[in-house]
């Protein structure tokens, strides 16, 4: 079944530790996302990417980067997380799917850094 | 840039209650998505809807492009409706997405 996958799903980790956010989708997209997002708050985009060696910085300002080394995997790295980082990472993807085109999202990672 | 409103921001709900969650667009509606957050905080997809209505069992949404505008009607809520609602819509001449700030919404047993 196509579906988007993101691990882990919830991490605590202390300050100055790099981390790295995985996301895989298997839906056959070729646009990806990242979205930071306080609990119930809204959704800032932080990354993008319309394909394979293709990122982009969302409107959101953030200390993470990104890779696009296949078209299914998407993953994010802090290189040294921070109190400020402790937040919900939400990864998607979207693409044609019949005959809308459609967003859809992953469960998310909720990160806290202590 | 494109403005998106939605309205209201929280909402209180009797179970068995019926509620419209509305979204206000400042910029033509291109692939007009609602989503619901369940409390685990996924973003669950409930309706692709650039225009017209559509209906998928006690919810239903409607689309005015002409006047930017989309309507969620939740009829009998039951309290695994609670979570936050956002209505997204893909910018114009690009593949990202702008959000609404969402509904809030509550609904009591």
């Known amino acids: 079944e196509a579906d988007i996958y993101q691990t882990p799903r919830y991490l605590v980790i202390g300050t100055g530790k790099k981390i790295t956010l995985e996301c895989s989708q298997t839906?056959?997209?070729?646009?990806m996302y990242w979205y930071q997002q306080d609990p119930g708050m809204e959704l800032h985009l932080i990354h993008y990417s319309y394909g394979v060696n293709s990122t982009e910085k969302g409107d959101l300002s953030s200390e993470s980067t990104v890779s696009r080394i296949r078209t299914e995997h998407f993953p994010l790295t802090l290189e040294s997380a921070r109190p400020s980082h402790t937040s919900q990472y939400l990864c998607a993807s979207s693409g044609f799917s019949g005959m809308s085109y459609e967003q859809y999202f992953g469960p998310g990672t909720r990160l806290t850094v202590t | 840039g494109i403005q998106v409103e939605q309205s209201p921001p929280d909402l209180i709900l009797q179970e068995g209650a019926n509620s419209t969650l509305r979204c206000n667009f400042s910029d033509s509606v291109n692939n007009l998505q609602w989503f619901h957050q369940n409390p685990w905080g996924q973003l669950i997809n409930l309706f692709y809807i650039p225009s017209g209505t559509k209906q998928n069992g006690r919810l239903s949404a409607t689309t005015v492009a002409t006047e930017r505008y989309s309507l969620l009607y939740i009829s009998s809520s039951q309290t695994t409706d609670s979570g936050v609602y956002f209505c997204a819509d893909r910018i114009s001449g690009t593949y990202k997405y702008i959000f609404g700030t969402g509904t809030r919404l509550k609904v009591l047993a």
């Open positions: 839906m056959g997209h070729d646009k």
